[in-house]
């Protein structure tokens, strides 16, 4: 009798932690990127009833295990820029600023602190590669976005889509104007004159409102019987300098492409074609300094910051961990988890490459718990707690009858 009671009693204890998880599974059944966690049994061991039979007596039961379902979450979309979901395999990194201690985690319910970093709800800063100004990937560091102004950037190269009437007599001019930016970020105009000279052939002539014009500032443009640019060869670059405050400037007209060859072709910028001369369009690689004005994050994970200059730079590439056993992971609260021996070292790598999902951003995961399975669990976990119960009170009634005999 006493063996039945704790037989009964190994039933009580291990249906009421399965009542306990799943009860944690239908509290988080909302929370973002949760998963649910399945119990495992496994007999107790057994005494043997004879040596030569091989009858055992079962002594019970207990929790083997209790395990996590790791697959994905539903994906819904939000209005927030900086929440992020992973549409795949990884976690995000996230880093303690307190202890230093590294976590990783599903939930990309994201936001800026007053600092500028991109943390999660707990104030973990989330990890990424800083990218420079040649767009090379730095080390891993926090995610911190600066709201200074950004420096102007001054311009090396510009272009222009431009027509010369090839009815224009001798001596007729043409004036195409363009704003480029000096190191300091002030505005500059520069015209380039074309003057027609002589059949198919044009004369320009660089001027800027400021500063002193030099190298390639003029030079003669020709023309073949097609109405495409025949003459020159690399692209000309001219100078200004004596700019107040500024560093002197080199610019290059794009106007021709190199070939394979080594030599150079128009590239179909400039033509003259039997219409009135015209200025279709015209850019340049410059701007003035701005301040940040809104940040993105692609299905790449790149963070772009976009200025009020009209740069759009791109900061940092956000950075995905993943691991060759996730049921090695160590939970932690907060939706966070660390590694451990037998989770295995975290690979990082970049969002949508190799093993690691992409990123959906405005996006949040879901907890995958479903409900109905839960309560469907709950049933069965009820029914057995109550059987082990109903086992208890019969082998007490035998026991309670037998002492008083």
């Known amino acids: 009798m006493m063996q039945s009671l704790s037989t009964a009693v190994t039933g009580l204890s291990a249906y009421s932690q399965e009542i306990s998880v799943i009860s944690n599974n ?40 209790v395990g996590e379902s790791w697959t994905q979450g539903s994906i819904t ?20 600023p307190a202890t230093g201690a590294t976590y990783y985690t599903r939930n990309g319910e994201f936001s800026f602190d007053d600092s500028g970093s991109l943390v999660n709800a707990s104030g973990y800063e989330v990890q990424g590669y800083e990218i420079d100004d040649d767009g090379n990937l730095g080390t891993l560091t926090d995610i911190t976005v600066s709201y200074d102004a950004s420096p102007a950037n001054a311009t090396t190269e510009i272009t222009t889509s431009v027509n010369l009437d090839a009815e224009a007599e001798a001596g007729d001019t043409y004036e195409s104007p363009l704003t480029i930016y000096d190191s300091l970020g002030n505005e500059h105009s520069v015209t380039i004159t074309y003057t027609k000279t002589d059949t198919n052939e044009w004369a320009y002539s660089i001027t800027c409102d400021d500063g002193t014009v030099g190298g390639d500032s003029t030079g003669t443009l020709t023309f073949n019987e097609s109405g495409a640019l025949s003459s020159g060869s690399d692209d ?24 394979s060859s080594g030599t150079y072709a128009t590239n179909g910028s400039l033509t003259q074609y039997s219409l009135d001369s015209a200025l279709y369009d015209s850019s340049q690689d410059g701007y003035a300094s701005g301040e940040l004005s809104s940040i993105s994050i692609n299905s790449s994970g790149l963070v772009t910051g976009t200025y009020t200059n009209g740069a ?62 839960e309560l469907a669990s709950l049933i069965t976990a009820q029914r057995a707690y109550q059987a082990c119960s109903k086992v208890f009170t019969a082998s007490d009634e035998i026991l309670e009858t037998l002492i008083r005999m």
């Open 236 to 259: 000309p670059t001219f100078t200004i300098a004596d700019l107040t405050g500024a560093d002197d400037m080199t610019i290059a007209w794009d106007i021709a492409d190199e070939t």
């Open 312 to 373: 759009v730079v791109d900061l940092f590439q956000v950075t995905l961990a993943d691991f060759n056993n996730y049921d090695g992971l160590v939970q932690v609260s907060g939706s966070l988890y660390s590694g451990s021996n037998s989770s295995g070292e975290a690979i990082l790598g970049i969002p949508g490459t190799s093993r690691f999902g992409s990123i959906a951003s405005e996006s949040l995961e879901g907890s995958n718990v479903d409900l109905s399975t």
């Open 77 to 96: 979309s939000t209005e927030n820029t900086t929440d992020l979901a992973i549409n795949g395999s990884g976690f995000f990194v996230v880093a303690d």
């Open 26 to 65: 239908v509290a988080n059944s909302e929370t973002n990127a949760y998963k649910s966690s399945t119990v495992s049994f496994s007999d107790v061991l057994s005494q043997s009833l004879s040596q030569s039979s091989g009858t055992s007596l079962g002594a019970g039961v207990s929790v083997s295990d």
